[in-house]
């Protein structure tokens, strides 16, 4: 019987079908690409660190800890790594980059990917060669046999970087690597004081010995000596931590997906039950129980639900192949897409049991039709009571959901919390949809015109879906909303506070003797020197009579690690700069009296991490010599303003004999002056690196662009699945649209008429939803500015704007483009009641 | 008196699946300006279809149907849409009123169709006319039957037609209510000086008419009523 009663009507459930494959799919998809990318973690470990074990530092690895790890291994590599500029010999196009100098094999696992492949091997044994990112070859036109100024040095260009152990496109883009032989490294003369460097040892371990026991034995040692050391399992969970919390947004829209398709089902299948209850009544007549009805349509609702499952599993393996291709620029490496079938069959189990759950919300309505209803005249509305059995309904839905998210975040509080986030946006928008509608009935002015007056009071016809139909739309528009709102967020965070004659570009790595002779030069391209900073480096050594041993031992103070590893970079003067304020204490400028006590300034923000108070004692160990200092004031510092801002701040008569390097902010506006200074320093100052404060934030915005590029492709699924809802929504009222419409027709409306009518009523429907979806979005960012970035979010109105007018537009055309077949009804059919 | 609707030679046939079946055949009568005309006929006799071709609902196979010296064949769409809506008011027996819309607005709909400024002065004193006057601002889910169909009449007036088309106008209505409702309508005909040309099958109405159009299996009868 369920098959027979479905043969005329199968056509009507292609919206189920695509509500539940829409929202199969992206499940699908995404579990499928999340568990391929943890595999490639799990098979490329070695690949991504390049050795079994590395150790980080500021300085280099002692000889007593080298040999530590020296015994346990086959062979070994360093490394040098710094920021520095270079320069093109033959464009004299200048770039900072991140200079590498390499001794030794490394990597011994995965390779430095390099055109031609011999480039990756020459570059170190047959003197001044190096190997450069492709994309900077590409961007500076740079070709092999090439020359690039490194320091002092030249280099010939051997090969073309393509890829690096553990290391994205991304990452490359943001600085991009030049690697040099170790052997050059101190002819650059790029090794000054002052200058960040890291030093890196890879060590490449004997099979035999048990890497983790080695780094368990050697941790605190090395550790204790302020340097890092990573081994292929910590690689391995770093890397797969940050993928994680991608992948975690990425299931977040995919389970929105899958709501809005529940929503989908829902709705759709009340439309198909709908029109099924005339023969149900005729059933009912002939003597069939209400429950035999209803399995009837559970069973064509089962089998549907399982034919739309499988195209969801066919579209969710299809995503799974392309979005490794599309995140691939920042996936540091290949990943070979996999079947993974146990998403397959959770989605096929999903798929189904989401269908009965949601399609028996409507078939219990079937067990109030009476087979009165054969005998009466009319459209019978299918009448969905607030009984037991649909609040047991209700709560295995909820119940399901949350195993079907256990299952994807394989963590019962995420979870929960999940699906507690997205029930409360669904509840928050399900309420902000009833006041809007409520308020636009209260509040639109009576002396509209007809055809707007007409198209608003269609959102009110009885059996109105509009309530539910804003809240979908403002879902999708929320999640739409969300990414590109996310995305102003990090780039406001990032971008450059201050009034248009703000610095944009920052010279580091001045020494003292080259202070002056580059601000004559500086001066000579007409450039000004907006700041010129000395700074000091110095380290920490106690915080109130304790020393870092001491401060470990003792249970009640706890200094977060990096307190007294740190390297502090400190500078010094008299005065207070425009971006920060003394918000408790007193600045004293200048120190006079060496006999008097030293007080300085710290960060509201490093005080409050050091649960420091005024008074404390702080002892600094400047390159030997130990200051005892005082804290005298707290400042709040707008960290996005570019200046040179510090932690701690030391006024003037102390610092001044210390050895020290200098930083000089300048703003160059024109791109030709900055290439022809650029060029300048780097030729008499090699040594100097230049930040193209404008260059950094365009590469920023480009790698959020590509992020974003990944989650939009996402989001696709839930638009998608909230314009099923919609469609599903405007056949659901197609009856009653069409009695209206031929009716208007009949009375002698122009079909522009009611072209306008309908236009009007999915402007107001789209705009509602638009609405209330960039609320919610605007309101979620700015939590999450708020709590998170501790950051003030400010909507762009470009943005506001466009996804208002996007999401009404979309709204709109949908609704045209389903309303054609109302329109041109024939109004003799209102005369044979045919509608 | 002037002719306001003359039906020449009119043929109405329909196709489905390649079979031809015609509905109406050579029907010819004339309607002269103000009087009242009932169509009568059996079920499935051609009457509502003969009611929807006059009043450019549909259009014929063969001959012409001219209302208001207006030939209504060779109007396009929005055409024979502007002229319902400049010349024609409409009663139905299921009253299709707009339910969204309330008393007082369903009446004021030709007229803002039609461009109206100020469409709610007129539209009250008609509601006042069929005594809704106090009920202007009800839906049409909270009138019964009756009033539903005055406020529809009222509507059918509203636009100040030249002719009305009543289609079975008290077919769904108790006898009681029927009648007022028939009496009702041929009240504001004669006050606006209207054509009305009803459809029925109740011969007690159509005797009221001053001229009656009898059909039977698509044709003109002329037989005992």
Not at chain 1, 494 to 523: W, Y
């Amino acid at each position: 019987m369920a098959w027979r009663d479905s043969r005329k009507s199968r056509g009507k459930l292609i919206l189920f079908i695509a509500s539940i494959s829409l929202g199969i799919g992206a499940l699908v998809g995404i579990t499928s690409f999340r568990e391929n990318l943890m595999r490639e973690v799990d098979i490329q470990a070695k690949n991504l660190l390049g050795a079994d074990l590395s150790v980080d530092g500021k300085s280099p690895l002692p000889d007593s800890l080298f040999h530590e790890f020296a015994k346990l291994s086959n062979a070994e590599s360093r490394e040098v790594s710094f920021a520095s500029m270079v320069l093109f010999e033959r464009s004299q196009a200048t770039r900072l980059v991140e200079v590498r100098a390499l001794e030794g094999e490394y990597p011994y696992y995965g390779e430095i990917e390099t055109l031609p492949i011999s480039g990756s091997k020459d570059f170190r044994t047959t003197g001044q060669k190096a190997l450069v990112d492709e994309k900077l070859m590409l961007q500076f036109d740079v070709m092999i046999g090439d020359s690039v100024q490194v320091g002092k040095m030249s280099f010939e260009v051997v090969g073309k970087i393509q890829r690096i152990p553990g290391q994205s496109d991304v990452g490359n883009s943001v600085a991009p690597v030049v690697y040099i032989p170790m052997a050059f490294l101190e002819e650059t003369g790029l090794l000054q004081k002052g200058s960040r460097i890291n030093y890196t040892t890879y060590f490449q371990l004997d099979p035999a010995i048990d890497t983790t026991d080695v780094y368990a034995q050697s941790r605190d040692i090395v550790e204790a000596a302020g340097f890092d050391v990573d081994n292929v399992e910590d690689r391995k969970k770093q890397t797969g931590r940050a993928f994680r919390d991608l992948s975690s947004f990425l299931e977040l829209i995919a389970f929105a997906a899958l709501l809005l398709g529940c929503l989908g089902v829902s709705s759709s299948i009340y439309v198909y039950i709908k029109g099924k209850i005339q023969i149900v009544a005729v059933l009912r007549c002939m003597g069939m129980q209400a429950r035999h009805a209803i399995n009837i349509y559970l069973i064509q609702v089962g089998i549907f639900g399982f034919i739309g499952a499988v195209m969801g599993c066919l579209i969710g393996v299809a995503i799974h192949l392309f979005l490794p291709e599309i995140a691939k620029s920042f996936i540091p490496f290949e990943i070979n897409p996999t079947i993974y079938w146990p998403a397959i069959a959770a989605g096929l189990v999903i798929g189904v049991v989401i269908s009965i759950l949601f399609g028996l919300l409507s078939l219990i309505g079937l067990r109030k039709v009476s087979p009165l209803a054969t005998l009466r005249f009319g459209f019978e509305s299918l009448k969905i009571q607030l009984d037991r059995p649909f609040f047991l309904i209700i709560f295995s839905i909820l119940f399901f959901l949350y195993l079907s998210m256990y299952w994807q975040l394989k963590d019962p509080l995420n979870a929960l919390i999940y699906l507690l986030i997205l029930l409360a946006s669904l509840v928050l928008l399900y309420g902000l949809a009833v006041a809007l509608n409520w308020l636009m009935k209260r509040l639109l002015p009576i002396k509209m015109g007809f055809v707007w007056r007409q198209g608003i009071s269609n959102l009110y016809r009885p059996n109105n879906q509009t309530v539910i139909l804003i809240t979908t739309l403002g879902l999708s528009t929320t999640f739409l909303a969300m990414l590109f709102f996310m995305q102003d967020l990090l780039v406001q965070r990032v971008s450059i506070s201050g009034e248009n004659e703000r610095p944009n570009t920052i010279l580091f790595d001045i020494q003292t003797d080259q202070k002056e002779a580059l601000k004559v030069l500086t001066e000579e391209y007409d450039l000004p020197v907006l700041q010129e900073v000395p700074i000091v480096t110095m380290r920490l050594i106690e915080i109130n009579g304790l020393n870092k041993e001491m401060a470990e031992e003792d249970t009640t103070v706890h200094f977060p690690n990096w307190a007294f590893n740190r390297e502090y970079r400190i500078t010094y003067r008299d005065t207070l700069i425009d971006s920060e304020s003394i918000i408790e204490g007193r600045w004293q400028g200048q120190y006079n009296d060496s006999k008097d006590s030293l007080y300085i300034s710290v960060s509201k923000g490093y005080a409050e991490n050091l649960h420091l108070n005024l008074g404390d004692k702080l002892i600094f160990n400047v390159q030997g010599a130990l200051i005892t200092t005082y804290i005298g004031s707290f400042r709040d510092i707008d960290w996005r303003r570019i200046q040179t801002n510090f932690l701690v701040l030391f006024p003037t008569g102390v610092l001044e004999k210390a050895p020290q390097f200098h930083v000089l902010i300048t703003r160059i506006d024109k791109n030709k002056v900055s290439a022809r200074y650029q060029q300048a320093v780097v030729r008499q100052f090699p040594n100097i690196s230049i930040i193209d404060l404008e260059l950094i934030l365009k590469t920023l915005e480009e790698l959020l662009g590509k992020i974003a590029f990944v989650i939009q492709f996402m989001s696709v699924f839930s638009i998608g699945t909230g314009l099923i809802v919609m469609i599903s929504a405007i056949i659901l009222s197609k009856f009653q649209r069409m009695r209206e419409n031929v009716l208007l027709r009949t009375i002698g409306a122009s079909k522009a008429q009611l072209w306008k009518i309908i236009s009007a009523e999915y402007f107001f429907l789209g705009a509602l939803g638009a609405f209330a979806g960039l609320f919610l979005a605007i309101i979620f960012t700015s939590l999450l500015g708020y709590f998170v970035f501790e950051f003030t979010y400010v909507p762009n109105g470009v943005h506001v704007g466009s996804i208002f007018l996007l999401v009404t537009m979309m709204t709109v055309l949908i609704g045209l483009l389903n309303s054609r077949s109302i329109v041109r009804q024939s109004p003799l059919q209102i005369l044979r009641s045919e509608i | 008196m002037p002719y306001i609707l003359t039906v020449a030679d009119l043929s109405k046939t329909y196709v489905s699946n390649n079979e031809a079946l015609t509905v109406l055949s050579n029907i010819d009568f004339s309607i002269k300006k103000g009087d009242s005309v009932a169509i009568i006929g059996p079920s499935g006799s051609g009457k509502t279809t003969l009611l929807g071709l006059c009043a450019g609902l549909d259009r014929v196979t063969e001959g012409t149907i001219t209302l208001n010296d207006i030939v209504l064949n060779t109007l396009s769409e929005d055409q024979l849409a502007q002229m319902r809506n400049q010349h024609i008011g409409f009663v139905f027996q299921n009253f299709q009123l707009i339910p969204t819309l309330t008393a007082l607005e369903n009446v004021m709909v030709p007229l803002e169709l039609r461009g109206t400024k100020n469409a709610t002065g007129p539209a009250i004193n008609l509601l006042e006319r069929v005594g809704l006057g106090d009920r202007k601002n009800h839906y049409p889910t909270q009138l019964s039957g009756g009033e539903q169909q005055r406020v529809a009449i009222a509507r059918a007036f509203s636009n100040n037609p030249e002719i009305l088309f009543a289609d079975e106008p008290t077919g769904n209505l108790d006898a009681e209510t029927g009648t007022y409702i028939e009496e009702l309508l041929f009240e504001i005909n004669r006050e606006k000086g209207t054509t009305l040309v009803i459809v029925t099958h109740d011969l007690d109405l159509a005797k009221k008419t001053d001229q009656i159009v009898q059909l039977k299996g698509g044709k003109l009868f002329q037989g005992e009523i």
